[in-house]
């Protein structure tokens, strides 16, 4: 009775214009069902989503990459005279200096695309020593590491993960959360680990669903969740345009 009365008063110019629509009663009680269930089911994960969101949105990268913990570097002379070693027209060469006084050469390799680090000589250079990685951990950064530990394995999602292993973890014994990672054959501090970046990546994990390794954005979880918040959303939006509603009339 209610709905044939309204239905009459919109006929009359009784309701107010746009954006009132006339939508049966059954189709009402649907629409609503299916919104709410939707929101239910994708409500955690929308949360989860913005909550992550506004931690990247505020937190400075560079803080979290440890960026401003590394120290600018001295330029060098090199002098291309003293290297003799094979290469390939293909290949990829790296000048850089590791210790003091020495330099070393990378050469990648086009089959698997390691980087071999080799001397100007062109023979393999030799692992850095446990107290030649705290070297370098205080002459690159202005951490002052004073514990190592030479890593090689790396778990899943383990914080050194996509790099070339083995490497020395470096730290201070009084601040064991901030954390050094160094290449032992270049010598580049290739991470820096802090409180900032395990909330990123943990964050990171829950925004992309990714579990495991915490690298792949493209999960059926994650492509799951994105359309079910895609239909809550439209859902709401068909609550909001297509259910009648009064306005007071002038």
Do not use: C
């Not at 850089?96 to 393999?124: F, I, M, Y």
């Not at 690159?140 to 083995?166: C, F, H, M, N």
């Not at 160094?182 to 990123?200: E, Q």
């Not at 979880?221 to 009339?249: E, N």
């Amino acid at each position: 009775m209610a709905a044939a009365d309204e239905m009459a008063e919109v006929s009359a110019g009784k309701l107010a214009r746009w954006p009132f629509r006339a939508v049966s009663l059954p189709w009402q009680r649907r629409l609503r069902r299916w919104h709410r269930r939707l929101a239910i089911i994708t409500a955690v994960q929308l949360l989860l989503w913005t909550l992550s969101g506004i931690y990247f949105a505020f937190i400075d990268i560079a803080v979290v990459r440890g960026e401003p913990h590394r120290l600018p570097l001295p330029s060098e002379r090199v002098d291309l005279s003293t290297f003799a070693f094979p290469v390939t027209s293909t290949s990829q060469i790296t000048v850089k200096p590791r210790l003091k006084g020495e330099l070393v050469v990378g050469v990648v390799d086009d089959q698997t695309g390691r980087t071999n680090w080799l001397t100007p000589s062109g023979a393999p250079v030799a692992p850095l020593t446990a107290e030649q990685a705290i070297a370098i951990v205080w002459d690159k950064t202005d951490i002052a590491a004073d514990v190592t530990e030479w890593v090689t394995s790396a778990p899943q999602a383990a914080e050194y993960r996509g790099r070339q292993l083995p490497l020395w973890r470096a730290y201070d014994v009084d601040e064991p959360s901030l954390r050094v990672y160094v290449d032992p054959r270049s010598g580049d501090i290739i991470a820096i680990r802090n409180t900032a970046w395990r909330a990123w990546d943990f964050l990171w994990m829950l925004h992309i669903m990714d579990y495991d390794d915490r690298d792949d954005i493209g999960t059926w979880l994650l492509k799951l969740f994105s359309v079910m918040a895609l239909l809550t959303a439209i859902a709401g939006i068909g609550l909001y345009l297509m259910i009648p509603w009064r306005r007071s009339s002038s």
